[in-house]
């Protein structure tokens, strides 16, 4: 071997020893490509899992304010008739007539509307009210819908709409007692999601490396 072609074998194995150098951390390991995958999926774990816990938290809230008429509510069904201005916001509200339940503990107080002064009620009487939803245009509203009336501050009103259906014969205590179970539901499958793809995330991550 000539002096020359020694010179440029040394050469090249000096560049290689250099790229070597630059491929390992300061610590002498070499480096590693970014985990994408397990990354990915413990993101996704952890979204899922706070939507989820998130959507627990509105059960709760929904559950501590109906327990407020829990076994002293009424349903009622009401057709829709027009839009009113929301009191509250540039929106709008649904106007609903429909007819008060026969019960007369519903006379005991007044009735407010939402649309009139409150005034004592007759037990059956048709009437109309506001509905709590709030939209911009007819089609954002039920065409039929159920209203929740319970008695506030020695006030008969509708507390609640929602579609027909949605609050059945009235709140009792089985109803918030089921939604306080879909609550906890709701909370234990988000832990479980977020629980559930930092696992997999890192046993992905432990077969690649």
């Known amino acids: 071997m000539t002096e020359e072609t020694a010179d440029r074998s040394d050469a090249f194995f000096a560049f290689d020893d250099e790229n070597d150098d630059d491929r390992r951390d300061d ?9 994408w995958k397990p990354i990915a999926v413990g993101l996704l774990g952890l ?12 059960a709760w809230d ?14 009622i069904s009401g057709q829709y008739q027009d839009l009113t201005n929301d009191l509250r916001t540039k929106t709008y509200n649904p106007v609903y007539r429909g007819v008060l339940p026969t019960d007369e503990a519903i006379t005991q107080q007044p009735f407010d509307s939402g649309l009139a002064d409150p005034r004592v009620p007759e037990a059956g009487e048709e009437t109309v009210f506001r509905g709590t939803q709030t ?4 089609q954002d509203f039920h065409q ?3 209203a929740l009336l ?6 008969l009103r509708v507390v609640a709409t ?4 949605e609050f059945g014969d009235g709140i009792t205590g089985g109803t918030v007692l089921w939604q306080r179970v879909q609550a906890a539901l709701l909370a234990v499958a988000g832990l ?16 690649q490396y």
């Open 144 to 146: 039929e819908a159920d």
């Open 135 to 138: 939209g911009s245009r007819e």
């Open 150 to 155: 319970a008695v506030e501050d020695g006030t």
């Open 47 to 58: 979204i899922l899992g706070l939507v989820l816990l998130v959507s627990a938290a509105l």
């Open 62 to 75: 929904d559950s501590r304010r109906l327990a407020g008429y829990a076994d002293r509510s009424w349903v």
């Open 162 to 165: 929602d579609e027909a259906g």
């Open 27 to 35: 610590d002498g390991r070499g480096r590693r490509a970014i985990a």
């Open 192 to 207: 479980g999601a977020a629980g559930a793809g930092v696992w997999y995330a890192r046993r992905l991550y432990r077969e």
